[in-house]
């Protein structure tokens, strides 16, 4: 089947390239983004290939399939930018990679901890200048720290794996109760004794609109003052102007974010060259308590193998007429709010 592969970074070609080795579909790479104006690259594709920063809204979806596309197989496990209603009501089959490596993205949260903390970053720079003092790198021991997780599904389980493994005691807070992290000995609590208690607190709830904003100026009055909060879930979980007044009020201790509300116009580009207009972006980076990665907590060869491969099968089984269910999306099998990367 010919599949326009949007978006598509020289990174990940050879991952979709072994995935669809057997399968032999015509793998048509774009560096483009999915937009209304680029739609039209795929007539006469069946399958369209998309990933997190594609514009999938109804206008698009519609220009689509009138370009005979079917079939909409997202690089991702996340559908938000996806207007699923609209897909079903047209008939075109979304398909995604509902989970490929919590460690990934587990690991990458912890990554942003351990660097918050003994300030690996700051350090680097210093030795390379050989300014091998010491002040301003001091950090705290892990263990015996509250560590908060929200939600505890695959990768906040994981995470509170390492934390337990730290020696940390770990609080956490999700509708749904994961046995697992009960087996461990990670203590659910309400909210706000999360918020008291936590000396880290490390998201990984998807963004719904329940959770939109969750981290609001209440929640991040309501936290320890020097609180180390890190996002490696969503942009919109947080309030991005409300951690900005707050990191400027000292009611924040540091931050590590992977995501960001508006990153739709900056990650996943080299804009080295150019002048950044989001001034709340440009904001957050003057903190020197803050550090961001570009979204590349999925980044690792197993991640990028799992969902090269699933995004290949889930074209073939569309194809065949055999699709998984567990890998569509569809207002009829799960809920549109639901949304991850
Ligand atoms: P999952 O579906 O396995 O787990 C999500 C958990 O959040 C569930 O246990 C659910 O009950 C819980 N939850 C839902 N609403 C909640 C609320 N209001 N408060 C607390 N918990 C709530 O999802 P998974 O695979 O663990 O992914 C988690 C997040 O990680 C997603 O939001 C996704 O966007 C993000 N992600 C980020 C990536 C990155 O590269 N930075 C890559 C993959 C996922």
Redesign the pocket.
């Known amino acids: 089947m010919k599949i326009a592969v949007y978006s598509s970074k020289p990174y990940e070609k050879p991952f979709l390239d072994t995935a669809n080795a057997d399968a032999r579909h015509e793998l048509v790479y774009l560096d483009t983004a999915l937009t209304s104006a680029t739609a039209d690259l795929a007539r006469g594709c069946p399958a369209v290939s998309i990933f997190v920063g594609d514009d999938a809204s109804a206008p698009v979806l519609r220009a689509l399939h009138a370009g005979g596309t079917r079939a909409l197989a997202l690089r ?3 559908f938000n930018h996806v207007d699923i209603a609209e897909a079903d009501r047209i008939g075109l089959t979304v398909l995604r990679v ?3 490596s ?1 460690h ?3 690991e ?2 912890v990554g942003l901890m351990l660097t918050l903390n003994r300030k690996f970053h700051r350090a680097f720079n210093r030795v390379r200048e050989q300014n091998f003092a010491l002040g301003g790198l001091m950090g705290f021991d892990m263990h015996g720290k509250t560590a908060g997780v ?9 995470v509170c794996r390492i934390l337990t493994g730290f020696g940390c005691r770990v609080l ?5 109760k ?1 046995p697992v992290c009960v087996s461990m000995g990670v203590e659910y609590v309400a ?1 706000a004794d999360l918020y008291a208690q936590s000396d880290i607190i490390t ?6 609109p ?2 939109k904003h ?1 981290i609001n100026t209440a929640a991040l009055a309501a936290m320890k003052p020097d609180v180390m909060l890190i996002n ?3 942009g919109a ?1 947080i309030d991005t102007r409300a951690l900005i007044a707050a990191l400027k009020r000292g009611r924040v201790g540091c931050v590590g974010l ?2 960001y509300e508006e990153e739709g116009d900056l990650f996943f580009k080299d804009l080295s060259a150019e002048v950044v207009q989001d001034d709340v972006f440009v904001r957050l980076l003057g903190f020197p308590s803050v550090l961001v990665t570009a ?5 690792t060869n197993e ?1 990028c193998t799992a969902i090269a491969q699933t995004t290949i099968t889930n074209v073939s089984d569309f194809e065949r007429g055999s699709i998984n269910d567990a890998n569509r999306v569809s207002t009829r099998l799960i809920a549109p709010a ?4």
């Open positions: 991702s496990a996340g509902p989970a490929y919590p990934a993205v587990a990458h949260a929200i939600g505890t599904g695959k990768i906040g389980e994981v956490a807070s999700d509708p749904v994961n909210l998201l990984h709830c998807p963004l719904s329940e959770t969750l490696t879930s969503r979980i992977d995501v979204h590349q907590g999925f980044f991640a639901a949304s991850t990367l």
